[in-house]
Nanobody, 123 residues
Framework: QVHLVESGGRLVQAGDSLRLSCIVS????????LAWFRQAPGQDREFVAA??????YYSISVEGRFTISRDNAESALYLQMNNLSVADTAVYYC??????????????????WGQGTQVTVSS
């Protein structure tokens, strides 16, 4: 069983930067395909970014502004978010699935989820 705990979400202003963290336990991060999703009020859960082996994947809406990374020694997944806009306001979740299955942008294909961290961007 993989346990995921997100942190780092808070209220920021448009144009600010923020880094989210997700601490992973139960498996090593390099044995997992890891991803960030987000869900805004009244909207469906949305894929943000994924990392698998040395490969990274981004949604069009965040590419060029967000960077996903992981640290095996810290057993952590990160999401560096730059030039935030009001549209980025959401609860952000990290998700995991075995690395052997590869990455996917479909949340239903991930086995384990964190509890989420709220990011609010004010104009």
């Amino acid at each position: 069983q993989v346990h995921l705990v997100e942190s780092g979400g808070r209220l920021v202003q448009a144009g600010d930067s923020l880094r989210l963290s997700c601490i992973v336990s139960g498996r090593t991060v390099d044995s997992l395909a890891l991803a960030w999703f987000r869900q805004a009020p009244g909207q469906d859960r949305e894929f943000v970014a994924a990392i698998w082996n040395v490969n990274t994947y981004y949604s069009i809406s965040v590419e060029g502004r967000f960077t996903i990374s992981r640290d095996n020694a810290e057993s952590a997944l990160y999401l560096q978010m730059n030039n935030l806009s009001v549209a980025d306001t959401a609860v952000y979740y990290c998700a995991a699935r075995p690395a052997g299955l590869g990455p996917t942008k479909y949340g239903s294909n991930y086995d384990d989820w964190g509890q989420g961290t709220q990011v609010t961007v004010s104009s």
